[in-house]
């Protein structure tokens, strides 16, 4: 079946560094790839998302580019603070326009 | 400004009862979901609903079944729980297909 991995499962960083998580996914149809920030306890929450006509999206900090040549879409977080420790999900949609989901980052921001 | 509300938030449930998962949305959205989240793994779509009175299932819907009477609610209900379905469920909901879904904040179920 279609999967999207996620890659690293943990990711610890310096205050102030940048900090860049990886997915690859499998179905070719898929066009729709956002990016949810989990906090312990919440739920989900979308903080980017990036269409397949598009190669790059920026928010402030917060960037997501797209190569669909090689299935591949990264989160990129720039000059790091304590409030973005968490956990980052990946996914993308597939032909049927539901979500697969990658297992996770769990992301510590060292001060 | 309550966005997706789940109830309850914790349960404690003994094998083979039955229980019901409500989730309420206020932002008049078509899309309704069912996801569950296991350690180690990303969540995983149960059941969704495109409308008012349509359900369909999703990658995990052994063991589940779902309502959807009136449009900003969704229910999952478990017949007979059994201990692999100790979980974490998260309801979400989006405009359209394609569109940002808006989590509640999950219901904590353990299966003893």
């Known amino acids: 079946g279609e999967n999207v991995e996620q890659h690293p499962s943990t990711l610890s960083v310096q205050e102030g560094d940048s900090a860049v998580i990886k997915c690859t996914y499998s179905?070719?149809?898929?066009?729709?790839f956002p990016w949810y920030k989990q906090e312990l306890g919440k739920g989900p929450q979308l903080i980017i998302d990036?269409?397949?006509n598009v190669g790059e999206k920026k928010d402030q900090r917060i960037a997501v580019t797209l190569n669909k040549t090689a299935k591949h879409f990264s989160l990129h977080i720039t000059e790091t603070q304590p409030e973005d420790s968490a956990v980052y999900f990946c996914?993308?949609?597939?032909?049927?326009?539901?979500?697969?989901w990658g297992a996770g980052t769990k992301l510590i921001i060292k001060p | 400004n309550a966005g997706v509300t789940q109830t309850p938030k914790f349960r404690v449930l003994k094998t083979g009862q039955s229980m019901t998962l409500l989730c309420a949305q206020d932002?008049?959205?078509?899309?309704m979901y069912w996801y569950r989240q296991d350690p180690g793994m990303g969540l995983r779509l149960i059941h969704y609903?495109?409308?008012?009175?349509?359900?369909a299932k999703g990658e995990v819907p052994d063991g589940y079944n779902v309502s959807r009477l009136k449009k900003q609610n969704f229910l999952l209900g478990l017949e007979s729980a059994a201990p692999s379905q100790t979980s974490v469920y998260f309801c979400?909901?989006?405009?359209?297909?394609?569109?940002?879904?808006?989590f509640g904040d999950g219901t904590r179920l353990s299966i003893l």
């Open positions: 979400a909901s989006s405009y359209a297909q394609g569109q940002p879904q808006h």
């Open positions: 932002m008049n959205h078509e899309y």
């Open positions: 609903s495109v409308g008012e009175g349509t359900t």
């Open positions: 179905d070719s149809a898929s066009n729709y």
């Open positions: 990036i269409r397949s």
């Open positions: 996914a993308a949609s597939m032909s049927n326009y539901q979500l697969i």
